[in-house]
């Protein structure tokens, strides 16, 4: 039944895995565009991890001052207290004083670690915005090729419809202004005949009644 399971297991990854190829073959740029946005997530990620880290690392810097500032206070009653003669003031002062002393500084031990954390968790967020802008740069030059690629491919679609027919649609646009132009020469021609007729008639009547030269 074990083996049942995980071969049906290891076929859905399978398939999953198949599917995203394909999508990724038919769309690669939004493939890319999800992968980033997954990265822009792990990054903020890692960001709100290093926000935490400072608030760790003050909150140890209070603690250990607390705990400096009692073991201090605690010395001072220790001292009040034995020059009154209260021994069990004074052993209860010293005892204080002592687990102050040790919290202090099991304290400022853990404020080194999480500075040290703190440190290599800046580093590794850095590391991470640099090699997420150098993908959005790369995904800009992917794009501006892509667009070259479509543009090429869409002009040389209308350039040749078909292999062996090259320029057919601008040879056939060349056919169809000149038709137009043909049909509007005509049209103009036809409309203004009529008044070009009237327009010689006039001239030569009116030579025909200038009276000639004695």
Not at 85 to 91: H, I, K, P, T
Not at 103 to 118: G, T
Not at 122 to 143: G, T, V
Not at 155 to 168: G, H, L, R
């Amino acid at each position: 039944m074990a083996n049942l399971f995980t071969r049906l297991k290891d076929t859905i990854s399978a398939d999953f895995h198949d599917a995203l190829d394909q999508k990724e073959k038919k769309n690669p740029i939004a493939m890319l565009n999800q992968y980033l946005r997954e990265s822009e997530k792990e990054t903020e990620k890692v960001r709100k991890l290093v926000e935490r880290q400072y608030r760790l690392k003050d909150e140890f810097a209070r603690e250990y001052q607390r705990a400096e500032d009692m073991a201090g206070k605690r010395k001072h009653q220790a001292e009040i207290a034995q020059n009154a003669g209260e021994e069990a003031m004074v052993e209860f002062a010293v005892k204080e004083q002592q687990e102050y002393e040790a919290r202090a500084e099991r304290l400022k031990q853990s404020r080194l670690e999480a500075m040290e954390q703190l440190e290599v968790l800046e580093q590794k967020y850095e590391e991470m915005k640099h090699k997420l802008k150098d993908m959005h740069l790369k995904r800009m030059d992917l794009m501006g090729r892509e667009n070259i690629a479509r543009a090429h491919h869409r002009m040389n679609q209308v350039i040749e419809d078909t292999a062996d027919k090259p320029y057919s649609r601008f040879s056939e646009m060349d056919r169809y202004i000149e038709d137009l132009e043909y049909k509007v020469n005509s049209s103009y021609y036809r409309n203004t005949f009529d008044s070009k007729v009237a327009q010689l008639e006039k001239d030569m009547k009116d030579k025909e009644n200038i009276p000639a030269q004695s």
